[in-house]
Structure formats: structure tokens, C-alpha cells
């Protein structure tokens, strides 16, 4: 292994110089491609996957496998070979099946993660821009903020108040505070302050670095272990279905064991031909395909939703979107379109308009329809200036020539208010910063201006209020007048607008760094914003939707309490009257908060620590609970949330590693589809349980009755198995692909105390078991008395079995409503499997060699009528039982 130089030890203006790079333009193109030949991408090296032979094997390591395998060694002990080899190739073609469908659905998963690949900022030829982590090479300038991944190694250059958690690395899970100091020669790995390790995150503060290993060079790619792991493909319902194929599994060799005893000693069967019964039976009751079908139904969910910008990362969230009873969304940029234009700007003597919309630097700043003259409002110009300087957004053109914000859209606003107030620039160098955090709610910056050190300030106003003495006018420094200021705050609030205060104080002239204890007090008020961001329309709609799917919405926003009613009121949130403050919230015990969350809908001036507290209180009253959030310290709120969601575009790479889905364009509306994409995917299942189980359920059904009737054995273990494969992995399929029930969004989440199989469902499980059982058994008592030999009985009994499936098929296709409605056409996946099973049932009865193996015969055309009439009445039967149970109120789903 390639042993790193001691970067640490090494002081910054030496690495810089000997990498070549800039301490504040970073590297240029030409190096960068140079270092590209050089070093190649910056990669860790990928976990070994398991060799596909052993994955391929593992799929033998289940107990209905083995089942069906001592059911191959008793067959063919007993000289019935081609029994033998045909239940070990359907063990092998079950096992290849679940192979490939576990690859497809692995593959799916990874390509969306793919999707989710990660980020870094850096400076390059003097300009900062994001690029994706693989491009990152040795020298790279990058500039690390909260919520931060570290992209690779780096040597800090400079830092403010920059913490990160290194557990991954030492283990030691509170943050290590960082600095750019050079250290000594031997310092151990968590000490190594001057360094950022990639893949450990940023928890506060901000910094610069010079990338110094990449790739499988760094700390943690020398551990080579991949850090964010493959989820293991399973969910709640998988796990359930596989219990209780374990169950099934128990329960059939315990009956199997009973019949043969029966049939031994009450039956006038052979102990051979009793036992290959026993045989067909655990054959018959087995459901092969079910756990492999259920997984490429959620494999096909998870695709589905990322074409609607729903990322899923963990597979069981596909099934808990569909039982989301509360969504807890942010405001800004989410629920709201995140293009920030300030709207009015009020100082003490006055309120001024600002026209234009975006952030094109066009419009006016204007008071009583008036140009203004800024040589005469000097608070207005210093209210502007404070906010330009303390500022860390730009403004620039995109391809479509188009104004748009590098940084926060909020930010952006207030550099458009400056370009249009057209200020002449002032000579400031900027010193120290406290960067924005929501926990906080300001920013401020130390300026040195030549003359004077000023610190600027700005933030939520009713912040800036508490730590305010002073305020200025146009006559000079005056007594604060905090009512002045709380009604205009109040007043523009109140039309939706966003606030942000601006104030300064002037300190020390020695003074080379700020601290939040600085600026808690004496600050001198300079005036407010106020920002319009209009709701997105698709939100609207989307907030409709989910109200009609008896989802509630609740906003949680920084924002002004009046500013979240206004916009609540626009979107359909809340009444526009009640909002829960955040220091309200904090005064609260956990049982009040239990109600709180019920009653309120809006919860303004909160902060990240607020929503892990609402999560907790609304899962408390039974909600299934589905939260956004984008910064580092939502990240808690996420991971307790039943479906944490994070924001693609805004959020933060912890976030990102904290939810259970992303949203790639971080619109609600796209929340919404994949509740509805989620319970499509859950109804699906149900549906092709409803429709396999009672294939599995006939079949013992009929060979029970059988023997305890004593007559011929109905099926041959191959039949049987042959009727198992079509039926379920070929056919059931098919409602992989059915649309979404009309009503799927209008009926009310569903329940998670309910179990998948519910009482209904077993009901009717067994239900069409017995009738599907049944009306074989008779049709088959029938021919057997009328002297129809038995290899015909046998391919009679086979195709009935299969055909009356088919027409349960379509009955499954809804599970409660009538099956022959308007969306009959709509899934043609359903009539291809029609076809393709008919043409496979056709196969089996009239081409020789499958005649052979299966121990079928080519039957006369009359033959046909006891299937089809059959699967007729099974057809019309269930769906008169749907209509009854319907109308009982029994249909409980
Ligand atoms: P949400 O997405 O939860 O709705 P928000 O944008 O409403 O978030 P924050 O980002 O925490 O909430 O903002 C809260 C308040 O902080 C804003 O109303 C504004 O007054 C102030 N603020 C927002 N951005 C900045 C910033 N970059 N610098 C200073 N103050 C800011």
C-alpha cells in the first residue's frame, strides 16, 4: 500500500505552491487535465460483491426449496425419474428467476443511487462551481459548508468554525473542531485538525482545502470499504410473505404427513402411489414464484417513481409511501417556487416599492410612485449595502440568458435589490463570517472598511429585534422602537411576504474575529425586506390531492408566523388563522405537543431541532409520518420520520444519507406521486397475492379431497408444478402492470396496524381455493364415472386449474370493485400473459414430446367446455362475492 506523505506536517503555502494550485482561484484547466492523466478519477474502490454463483446458490437456501428438492430424491428413489427431473429443473429455473429478478431490482436500486452521486464545490480558474466528486484531482481548491460530505482528503487552508464527524474514521462520534495550523510529525489520525477526510461530514462551520489524496489514497480508501451500502432488498411485506411461506412450508408437511397416515391406514392406496399424493401435495401448496414476483413489482415501483423524480433509496419506503397519513413539508423552495424578489423595503422614516420579478437586475426602487434619490436616503443605502456585503450569492446568466442565483435564492434577492439600486461599490474587505444557519437565523460578517471595523448583520427580524438598542433614520442614531418596527413586520407578514432585518454595529478596530457573542446585543437596526417567493401551482394541486387521500399537509417553515398563514391560506394549508410558533412549541411537554401537532397545521419561526420533535409527537397519535428537510440538522428529524425525505437540488449530502427518498427537483407535488406510485405498488401486491395463493390453495384442495375421498390422484407432481409456473410467474405478472385504482387516492391511508393478509384477504383466498377446488373435483369426479380414462381426467383436471385462473386473473385485477369497468383495456400486459398462457396450455396438451414429459393428452375439442364453463362461473361467482361483501361492509382491505 502506498504510504501518504505526512500532508499535515507539511505547512499550507508549501502544499499549495508544490500542487500547484491557488489559495484562492484554484486550480487551471491545464493542470486539472493534467493531474486527470495523472491521478485518474476519485473513485473508492467498490465493496467485492458476492460472486454471482454464490448469490445464484443462495436462492436454494429456502426451505420450500428444500421441500420441493426431498420431493425430487423420494421421486426418483421410487423410479419415477422424469418426476425427478422435473421438479429439480423447476427448483433451478425458481432459483434463476429469483436471480435474475434479484439483479434486476439490485440494478434498478443502483442506478438510481447513481442519480444521486455526490457533489463538491471548488474554486477553479477563479470561479466556484460544483462539480460531481469523481472530477475532484490533486490540487482542487474546495470550499466545505454544513451538511458537507468531504470529497476526499484535504489539507485545510482556512476555516470558520469548522467541525466535523469523523466517527466513520476514529470512531469518535462528537465532532472534531478544525483549524489550518501545521502540526507535528506524529500526530494521530483524529488529531489531525488541519485535515478534512473524505467521506466524514461537516457538522458546522465552513473551510477551504486542498485536495491531497483522492480515490483509494485516502484514509477511508485504504479501509476499502464502500461507505454507503447496498440496502439489502428486502421490505415489511417481503419478510411477511416470506414467514409465511415458512409457515405454509410447516403447516403442509404436518397435513402431508396426516394424509398419508389416513390414506395408509383408511385408503386403499399403494404406499408408492400414496406417497407420490403426498408429494404432489407439498408441490401443490408451495407458492414458488411469489417471493420473486413481489420483489420485481417493487423493483418496477422504485423505477416508476424515479421517472417522477421520486428517488427511492431504501426499498421497504416504497410500500410505507403508500400508508403516509401525514406529510410535514417545508415552505420555502418545496411547497413555494424559491424564486426570491424583494417586494418592499421599509426604513424608519419610510416604505419604499421595488417593480420587476426575478432576479434581473430591472426595476425600480420607488417611494409614492417616485424615483428615489439615494444621495437623500442614506439609511436606505446603508439598509442596501448591509444587505449586499454580508451576502454570499451571485448572480449570473444560464444557457438560456435567463438570470439566475449561485447560492441562496434569498441572498440572490437582495444582490438584484443592490444592482437595481445601482450603488456605487464600496472599497470593504471582509474579515470574519458567521455563516446562516437556520438554527440562528442570521448572518453576519466583520468588514474592515479602512476607516472602521463594522459588523453587518442580517436575518429574521424578530432575531435582529432582541439584539437591537438602537435604530438609525435619516436624522442620525436613535432609541429603538421596537412597536414601530413589530408593526410593519406584522403588516407586510401578513401579505406572505418573506422578512429579513438588516442591522450593524461598529466594533473594535483590533477585532479580527466575530463570535455570536459579539453581536447579542447593542446592534443598531437598519431596516427590513420583504421578499415575495409565490407557491408553486403544481403544490396547489398537489396539497388538494393529498387532502381528497385523506393526508394531512403541515408546513414547517423559519418563516414569520403571519408570512406561513398567508401562504398556508394560498396553498390549502391551515385556516389561516392558527399557527404554532416555534418558542411555543419549546414550552410544551410531550403530551401537549401531541395534541398541538393534531390541532395546528402551520408551525412557523421553528428551527431543525423542532421538527425531530413534531415527528416524534405526531407518530405518538398513531400518524404515519413523512417529513422534508435540506439541512445538516434535519438530518435527525429525517431518520426518525417513516419516510424521510430530502431535497435533491438544496439538500445537504447528510440529509441526503439520512432519508429514505430524495426528491430530484425538490417540488411537493413530487411527494404526492409517489404516494400515489406507493399505493399503486401496494395495492399491486396485494392483487397478485389475491391471484397466486388460491392456485396453491385448489390444487391441495383437490388432492385433500382425494384422498380422503379415495379416489384417483387428481394431478402428477409435474402437472402440478407445471400449473404452479405458468400461473404464477408468468401470468401474475402481468399486475405488475395494472393501473392505479380510480379511488386509490381518494380513500384514506391505510392502516399500519392492518397485516397484509387480513381477515378478508384469507376469506377470500380460501374462497376461491374451495371454488376453483371444488368445481375441479366434481367436473373430475364426473369424468371418472362416466369412464374417461386417466390420462385425460388428468389433462382435463390441468388445464381447468389454469383456465379458471386465467378468469380469476381478471377478477384479481381489482380487488373489491367490479372487474369489467372503463379501465378494462388499460393494462395490455394482461391480455400478452392471456395469450401467452394459451398458447402454453395448447403446447402442453398437443405436442408430443411435452405430452411425454408431462404425462398429458392431446383431448378432443368437446373436452374444452369443462375449463371454460368453469372458469366462467369462477369468474362471475367472485365477483357477486366482491358485490356482497361490498355491500355488508365486510370488503375491510
Ligand atoms: P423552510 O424551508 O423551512 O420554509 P425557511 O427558508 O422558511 O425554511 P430559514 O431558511 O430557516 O427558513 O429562514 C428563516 C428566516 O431566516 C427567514 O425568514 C429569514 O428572515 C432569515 N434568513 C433566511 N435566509 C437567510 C440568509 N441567507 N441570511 C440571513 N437571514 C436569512
Redesign the pocket.
Known amino acids: 500500500m502506498k504510504e501518504n506523505k505526512k500532508w499535515y506536517a507539511i505547512d499550507n503555502d508549501t502544499i499549495i505552491k508544490d500542487l500547484q494550485s491557488n489559495a484562492e482561484k484554484g486550480l487551471t484547466d491545464n493542470i486539472i487535465q493534467k493531474n486527470h492523466e495523472k491521478f485518474g478519477e476519485n473513485r473508492l474502490p467498490q465493496k467485492k460483491k458476492e460472486r454471482a454463483l454464490i448469490r445464484f446458490f443462495k436462492h436454494f437456501n429456502d426451505i420450500l426449496i428444500y421441500i420441493l428438492f426431498i420431493a425430487a430424491i423420494i421421486s426418483a428413489m421410487l423410479g419415477h425419474y422424469v418426476d425427478t427431473i422435473v421438479i429439480a429443473v423447476v427448483a433451478f429455473t425458481n432459483a434463476a428467476i429469483g436471480f435474475f429478478q434479484e439483479n434486476k431490482a439490485e440494478k434498478a436500486l443502483e442506478d438510481i443511487k447513481n442519480l444521486l452521486s455526490l457533489k463538491a464545490t471548488v474554486m477553479r480558474n477563479g470561479q466556484r462551481t460544483d462539480i460531481d466528486a469523481s472530477q475532484l484531482t490533486i490540487g482542487d481548491l474546495v470550499l466545505l459548508n454544513p451538511g458537507d460530505k468531504v470529497p476526499a482528503d484535504l489539507r485545510l487552508i482556512s476555516t470558520s468554525n469548522l467541525k466535523i464527524e469523523e466517527s466513520l474514521l476514529t470512531g469518535e462520534s462528537v465532532p472534531s473542531e478544525k483549524g489550518a495550523q501545521t502540526l507535528d510529525g506524529d500526530t494521530m489520525l483524529g488529531d489531525r485538525s488541519n485535515m478534512a477526510f473524505s467521506s466524514t461530514t461537516v457538522s458546522a462551520g465552513t473551510g477551504k482545502g486542498i485536495v491531497v489524496e483522492i480515490g483509494a489514497d485516502t484514509e477511508i480508501g485504504k479501509i476499502n470499504e464502500m461507505i454507503s451500502e447496498m440496502d439489502p432488498v428486502t421490505t415489511p411485506l417481503l419478510r411477511q410473505t416470506a414467514k409465511f411461506g415458512k409457515t405454509i412450508s410447516i403447516v403442509i408437511v404436518g397435513i402431508a404427513v396426516l394424509i398419508y397416515v389416513f390414506g395408509y391406514f383408511f385408503r386403499d392406496y399403494g404406499a408408492t402411489e400414496l406417497l407420490m399424493s403426498v408429494i404432489g401435495l407439498a408441490v401443490a401448496a408451495i407458492p414458488e414464484g411469489l417471493p420473486a414476483i413481489l420483489s420485481i413489482i417493487l423493483a418496477i415501483g422504485v423505477q416508476n417513481m424515479a421517472k417522477r423524480k421520486a428517488i427511492i433509496r431504501t426499498l421497504p419506503s416504497v410500500e410505507t409511501l403508500g400508508s403516509v397519513s401525514v406529510i410535514c413539508s ?4 418545496t411547497l413555494t417556487k424559491n424564486e426570491m424578489t424583494v417586494q418592499n423595503v421599509v426604513t424608519r422614516d419610510n416604505i419604499f416599492n421595488v417593480s420587476g420579478t426575478g432576479y434581473a437586475p430591472e426595476g425600480k426602487i420607488t417611494y409614492k410612485g417616485e424615483d428615489v434619490d439615494f444621495e437623500n436616503q442614506r439609511v436606505l443605502t446603508k439598509l442596501i449595502d448591509c444587505f449586499y456585503y454580508c451576502n454570499d450569492a451571485s448572480l449570473g446568466l444560464d444557457e438560456n440568458d435567463r438570470w439566475i442565483v449561485k447560492g ?1 435564492p ?2 440572490g434577492a437582495l444582490i438584484t435589490l443592490y444592482d437595481k439600486a445601482n450603488l456605487n461599490e464600496l472599497n470593504i474587505t471582509r474579515v470574519s463570517t458567521i455563516p ?1 444557519d ?1 438554527e440562528y ?3 453576519a460578517i466583520l468588514a474592515d472598511t479602512g476607516e472602521k471595523k463594522i459588523v453587518f448583520i ?4 424578530d432575531r435582529l429585534l432582541d439584539m437591537a438598542s438602537q435604530e438609525r433614520s435619516e436624522k442620525g442614531v436613535q432609541d429603538f422602537d421596537r412597536k414601530y418596527w413589530e408593526d410593519k413586520i406584522v403588516k407586510l407578514a401578513k401579505t406572505g411576504q ?3 432585518g438588516a442591522a450593524y454595529k461598529i466594533v473594535d478596530s483590533n477585532t479580527t474575529k466575530i463570535s455570536h457573542e459579539d453581536i447579542q446585543n447593542d446592534i443598531i437596526f437598519l431596516g427590513l425586506a420583504g421578499i415575495i417567493d409565490p407557491p408553486r401551482e403544481e403544490a396547489i394541486e398537489a396539497v388538494r390531492i393529498c387532502s381528497e387521500a385523506g393526508i394531512r399537509v403541515k408546513m ?5 408566523a403571519d408570512t406561513a398563514k398567508a401562504i398556508g391560506k394560498e396553498m390549502g394549508i391551515g385556516d389561516g388563522q392558527k399557527a404554532l410558533q416555534g418558542r411555543d412549541l419549546e414550552a410544551m411537554d410531550d403530551e401537549q405537543l401531541a395534541a398541538a401537532a393534531q390541532e395546528y397545521d402551520i408551525f412557523a419561526r421553528t428551527s431543525p431541532e423542532h421538527k425531530l420533535r413534531l415527528v416524534t409527537a405526531l407518530q405518538s397519535n398513531g400518524f404515519i409520518c413523512a417529513m422534508t428537510g435540506d439541512g445538516v440538522n434535519d438530518a435527525p428529524a429525517l431518520k426518525r420520520a417513516d419516510v424521510g425525505i430530502a431535497m435533491g437540488i438544496k439538500g445537504t449530502e447528510v440529509t441526503k444519507d439520512s432519508s429514505e427518498m430524495v426528491l430530484a427537483d425538490d417540488n411537493f407535488s413530487t411527494i404526492a406521486a409517489a404516494v400515489e406510485e406507493g399505493r399503486r405498488v401496494y395495492d399491486n401486491l396485494k392483487k397478485t397475492i389475491l391471484f397466486i395463493l388460491p392456485t396453491n390453495g385448489a390444487e391441495s384442495f383437490l388432492i385433500i379431497a382425494s384422498i380422503l375421498f379415495g379416489t384417483m390422484m387428481p394431478l402428477t407432481p409435474v402437472q402440478i408444478l407445471w400449473v404452479n409456473m405458468v400461473t404464477s410467474v408468468t401470468v401474475s405478472l402481468a399486475l405488475a402492470f395494472e393501473n392505479i385504482e380510480p379511488d386509490a387516492m381518494k380513500r384514506p391511508p391505510r392502516s399500519s396496524k392492518v397485516p397484509l393478509l387480513s381477515g378478508y384477504f384469507i376469506w377470500r383466498i380460501l374462497f376461491v381455493s374451495v371454488l376453483i377446488g371444488g368445481g375441479t373435483l366434481w367436473m373430475n369426479l364426473n369424468l371418472i364415472e362416466n369412464g374417461v380414462s386417466e390420462i385425460i381426467v388428468k389433462t382435463v383436471t390441468m388445464q381447468t386449474i389454469v383456465i379458471a385462473q386465467l378468469f380469476h386473473l381478471f377478477n384479481s385485477r381489482s380487488i373489491s370493485k367490479f372487474a369489467i369497468n372503463k379501465d378494462f383495456f388499460s393494462n395490455k400486459a394482461v391480455f400478452v400473459v392471456s395469450a401467452l398462457l394459451i398458447v402454453l396450455q395448447l403446447a402442453i396438451t398437443y405436442i408430443p414430446f411435452m405430452n411425454d414429459v408431462f404425462g398429458t393428452y392431446p383431448l378432443e375439442a368437446h373436452y374444452w367446455i369443462y375449463p371454460i364453463v368453469l372458469g366462467v362461473v369462477v369468474f362471475f361467482v367472485v365477483e357477486l362475492e366482491k358485490a356482497i361483501m361490498n355491500r355488508l361492509g365486510l370488503a375491510k382491505l
Open positions: 417545508d415552505k420555502t423552495g441562496d434569498t441572498e446562516f437556520s437565523k442570521y448572518m442580517k436575518g429574521a427580524p418573506r422578512l429579513i414547517i417553515t423559519g418563516d414569520h
